[in-house]
Nanobody, 121 residues
Framework: VQLQASGGGLVQAGGSLRISCAAS????????MGWFRQAPGKERELVAR????????SYAGSVEGRFTISRDNAKNSVHLQMNSLRPEDTAVYYC???????????????WGQGTQVTVSS
């Protein structure tokens, strides 16, 4: 599976942004998908994940209620809708695919190249 993230940009605090990840390959629907982020000087962290069908999602506490992950298996894509953005959400955001329902970063087998999200105060 090859992943390509897009949609990042600069937004003011309190604003919204939707980032997307396009996947190649016919097996996309068999993978669990996650969105990670990495800020300068910090470890990469999982912010949201979604199961095969999109019926189950999970979020980090710092984004719960503000971010929504979704997927469209017919279009081989996964999205992250980010609302009420804060300066501390500034990071490079990565989509990733795993054959396991996991929070362990190293168990995500495929990674997109990342898209920068910058939230100004």
């Amino acid at each position: 599976v090859q992943l390509q993230a897009s949609g990042g940009g600069l937004v003011q605090a309190g604003g919204s942004l939707r980032i997307s990840c396009a996947a190649s390959g016919s097996t996309f629907s068999t993978y669990y998908m996650g969105w990670f982020r990495q800020a300068p000087g910090k470890e990469r962290e999982l912010v949201a994940r979604i199961n095969w069908s999109g019926s189950v999602t999970s979020y980090a506490g710092s984004v719960e209620g503000r971010f929504t992950i979704s997927r469209d298996n017919a279009k081989n894509s996964v999205h992250l809708q980010m609302n009420s953005l804060r300066p501390e959400d500034t990071a490079v955001y990565y989509c990733a695919a795993s054959s396991r329902w996991t929070v362990v970063t190293t168990l995500y087998e495929y990674w997109g190249q990342g898209t920068q999200v910058t939230v100004s105060s």
